[in-house]
């Protein structure tokens, strides 16, 4: 394995040295020796003072929207994002293993919130890194790049009049159209072995999906013993069934072994557009409303900052705001604004524009733990360590992908989980009224619904209450060679909320996720950490182990796991559906069109809108879910149609068609493969050090 990965190397370095040269050009000159700003980001703070659209949050969905919209040229852009544009950190964002080793995490590009203290986990307070640079988290993340299944995003649909413009045909439609798929190299595939369909994929959208390009023989056992440990390996993920044991791409460019992310394939690609303008810098503090009429506001303008003490300036807006803050920052904008529940914003001494009880509400994260074992192999930070092999930019692009997505019947056997089926639906009522942390009642039907869905559609289904993850990036804590095996809960019972506590909009929120708070919760993810402590034992990935370092044999009875988990569990970096499209007899916050209820011309679009937690990592369905707001936005304005029913066949056979993305702008209408996934291994010590592990 060393060997070859050696030879791999060899061959690449001539072809990639030039990768890793760093920076990124602000200018270049046009044919008559002009100065334009290269990629359409704005270095010197000019901007005009009206734009069409302006969109809040120049991250992962922010920068996709922008790109597309500006696609015609009639149409004028501004992005305003509040971080700065990463180039200073671009070797850090571009190497794909820094995610694991030295990350932004802790770092001025990352807006380093933490929970309140959770009572059901240790009363612990939890890091909750987030992007604050171009990109936003998808220049941060674990590049693990994996869509969700058809029957979790059809359920979203059901949830909101089963509307076809957020069933799965829509957003696969739209995950096809972001991306673009590679096979592995044929080194990687004789190594690894991975199976893959590669008509579900994208073949020509901005974000490049891939496989890294030097691979461990430990990762091609990885199917096999899924496969002996009763988990089946699927062929194809991609196609709407996410089950099973496979080895995920990544969000990688193959072409130089760099992270691909919303800068590096939205933006930094495009020739100069007039009409598209991307500010870093800008802290947007609230929008300003025309509220001539009560029930149906109008953003005129949107009001930003450089920091706390600068003067505040405004942009004006002729058509839309489009609000892509992310999972905090999306509700932390509205209430800003004056748009949220009404004794939140009072108590904060922010003036009541629509009271919208929903913002904030049914958050919902994926909580994690995992175990560590001392193994017999080298690991990716082993090598890394020892320098084994250079630390060329090929063995730095190795990241972790190897998962498993594993449904309720494996996690706790047929009659576990007939029996927990049933306390989760006798539990109904109680958790309506002790576990909703909102008093009004459309929040309190929307938690049901969820709660309702999650139970009837999700659970007992083949769609993963669990995700198991493999990770050779972690290192022991005495110098042992270690690999982790980690689980993730994909369909929490426990919602929690954030709100502002302050009127000064650079006062961070309250985020309360409320971990653990139903009981169903703690049952599931320690039966899934038991089945990742089974996987360990599971041949042939057992013959690489020598010992279980992490819990370790002191941990064996439910309480011994429990107390385990409330001490170590952390989020997998997925917080969700803050802003969720629900009708707002649910406590939505946005309708089918993505437009917040009461405002005329606002809408959200990001992570925050997912109503419901799905079984995979956020980017990929982050970046469907922005493809498919731009066509719904250009079919309003300029006539750009939405793709017909048909355009988005969701067949999760081998065969699905794959679509062309179209990456031009001209026609949308094409059906393109996309994938989804990314991971989230990190986890943040003490010091801000990205520390080995386990989230
Ligand atoms: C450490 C980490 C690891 C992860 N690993 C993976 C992974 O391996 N695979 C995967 O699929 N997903 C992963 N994720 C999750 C995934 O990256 C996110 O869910 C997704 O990128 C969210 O996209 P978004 O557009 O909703 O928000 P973001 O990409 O976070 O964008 C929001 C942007 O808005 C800006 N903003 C916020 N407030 C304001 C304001 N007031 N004014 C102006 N700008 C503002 C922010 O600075 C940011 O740039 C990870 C996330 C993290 C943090
Ligand atoms: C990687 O290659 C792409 C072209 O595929 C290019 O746009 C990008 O700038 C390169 N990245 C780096 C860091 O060199
Ligand atoms: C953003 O602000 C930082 C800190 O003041 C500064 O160093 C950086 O140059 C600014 N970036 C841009 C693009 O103006
Ligand atoms: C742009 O707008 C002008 C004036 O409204 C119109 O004539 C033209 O057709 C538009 N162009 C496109 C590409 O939509
Ligand atoms: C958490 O804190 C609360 C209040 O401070 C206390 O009552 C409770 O015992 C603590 N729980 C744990 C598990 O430490
Ligand atoms: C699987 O594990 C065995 C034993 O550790 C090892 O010899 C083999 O190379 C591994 N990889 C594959 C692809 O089988
Ligand atoms: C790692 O190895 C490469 C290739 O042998 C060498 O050029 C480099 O200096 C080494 N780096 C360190 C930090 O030792
Ligand atoms: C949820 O399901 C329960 C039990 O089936 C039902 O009584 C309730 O009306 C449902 N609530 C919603 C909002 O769907
Ligand atoms: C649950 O997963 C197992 C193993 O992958 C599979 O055999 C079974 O069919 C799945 N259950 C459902 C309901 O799909
Ligand atoms: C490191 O820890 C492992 C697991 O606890 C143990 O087996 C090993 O002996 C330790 N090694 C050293 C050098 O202390
Ligand atoms: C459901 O459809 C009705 C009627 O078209 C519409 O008013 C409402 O906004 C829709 N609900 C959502 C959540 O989009
Ligand atoms: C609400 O205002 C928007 C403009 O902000 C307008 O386009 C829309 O038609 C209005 N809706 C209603 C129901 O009046
Ligand atoms: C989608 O594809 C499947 C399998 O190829 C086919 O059976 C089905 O009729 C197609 N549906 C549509 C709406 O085209």
Redesign the pocket.
Known sequence: MRSLSLLLLTASLSEYASAFTGGHPDVYHDSYGQDLHRRNIVYNGQVSDTYDFVIVGGGTAGLAIASRLSEDSNTTVLVLEAGDTGDGAADTVNTPVNAYYHGLPGSQYDWAYATV?Q?NA??RSVSWPCGKLLGGSSAMNGMYHVRPSKLEIDAWSSLVNGTSKWNWDALFAGMQDSETFTPPTSDVQAIVGMVYTASSRGTDGPIHVSYPGFEFATVGNWTGTLANAGVEVTPDAYGGENYGAYIATNSINPANWTRSYARSGYIDPLPPRDNLAVLPNATVTRIIFDSSNKDNLTATAVEWASSADAARETIKVRKEVIISSGAMGSPRVLMHSGVGPSDVLQAAGVDVQVNLPGVGQHLQDHLSSGLLFQTNTDTAASLYASNATGNTPIFLSYVNSAVAYVNSTVVLGADGEATLKQQIADALSSSVSTLVPSSDDTVKAGYQAIYNATLNTIFSSGVAQIEILYQLTDSGSNGTNVVAIQAGLQHPFSHGRIYITSSDPFVAPLIDPQYLAHAADIAILREGLKLARRIGGTAPLSAAIVTEVQPGAGVQSDDDWDAWI?QHASTEFHPSSSCAMLPRELGGVVDEDLKVYGIGNVRVADASVFPISVSAHLQAPTYGLAEQAAKIIRATYNGVGLPSSSSGNSSSGSNSGSGSGSNNGSNDNNNSASHLAWSGSLALAAGGLLAALLL
């Open positions: 203290n009572p240790g009363n409330q």
